[in-house]
């Protein structure tokens, strides 16, 4: 059964904005630091953002500082991430994970983060 189920994707020419949604089972979001990664053709899946449920703990990579932010809507089980200014290179499927515990680091290691949603494409043409 689906526990995760990201949205939002889409295509956007370059400049232009998206805002990707993740909702997720309660007993799987509540106690979890959210986060988004993404995995372009021919690259391995690297985090993007991560966002603890509660006290504004907020993680970027340093390609998504500035352009992108994460948010939760903790009563709707849902987080999100709005992208501004995106760029050719942004174009990936981009995919939603819970990790393990309460916060993440910005090193966004895999094995740390047991379930993911299915993904959502991202394609910015130039």
């Known amino acids: 059964q689906v526990q995760l189920v990201d949205s939002g994707g889409g295509r956007v020419q370059a400049g232009g904005s998206l805002r990707l949604s993740c909702a997720a089972s309660g007993d799987i979001y509540s106690n979890r630091c959210m986060s988004w990664f993404r995995q372009a053709p021919g690259k391995e899946r690297e985090g993007v953002a991560g966002m603890a449920p509660r006290g504004g703990w907020i993680v970027y990579a340093d390609s998504a500082k500035g352009r992108f932010t994460i948010s939760r809507d903790n009563a709707k089980n849902t987080v999100y991430l709005e992208m501004n200014s995106l760029k050719p290179e942004d174009t990936a499927m981009y995919y939603c994970?819970?990790?393990?515990?309460?916060?993440?680091?910005?090193?966004?290691?895999?094995?740390?983060?047991?379930?993911w949603g299915q993904g959502t494409q991202v394609t910015v043409s130039s």
């Open positions: 994970a819970a990790h393990r515990g309460f916060f993440c680091s910005d090193r966004f290691a895999l094995d740390e983060y047991n379930y």
